[in-house]
């Protein structure tokens, strides 16, 4: 199955079930064209709970490794990672 970039805009990224935030762009690597990272707009709460964030609309960029077969799977509802909200931080980079 192939998707266009457009149908990961703004769509939901949950954390073994809980919501984390939404897609917000897409890293591409320009030297061998792979995808690096999705920009990831957190949650209140997570930005708080992970990042010790006290503002929501926190960017952070979620590395491919969270995304992984079989680690990450596409729902109708958006991108489901299989990593636990205590270990999201290690899978996260401010936007810069």
Do not use: C, Q
């Amino acid at each position: 199955m192939r998707m266009k970039s457009k149908e990961f805009m703004d769509k939901d990224v949950y954390a073994e079930d809980e919501k984390v935030g939404k897609v917000k762009e897409i890293g591409i690597d320009p030297e061998d064209w792979k995808v690096t990272h999705l920009e990831i707009e957190l949650t209140k709460d997570v930005a708080e709970s992970v990042l010790g964030a006290k503002k929501g609309g926190v960017r952070n960029m979620l590395d491919t490794s969270a995304l992984e077969s079989g680690v990450a799977r596409w729902t109708d509802r958006g991108l489901n990672i299989r990593v636990p909200k205590t270990e999201l931080h290690a899978y996260l980079k401010p936007v810069v």
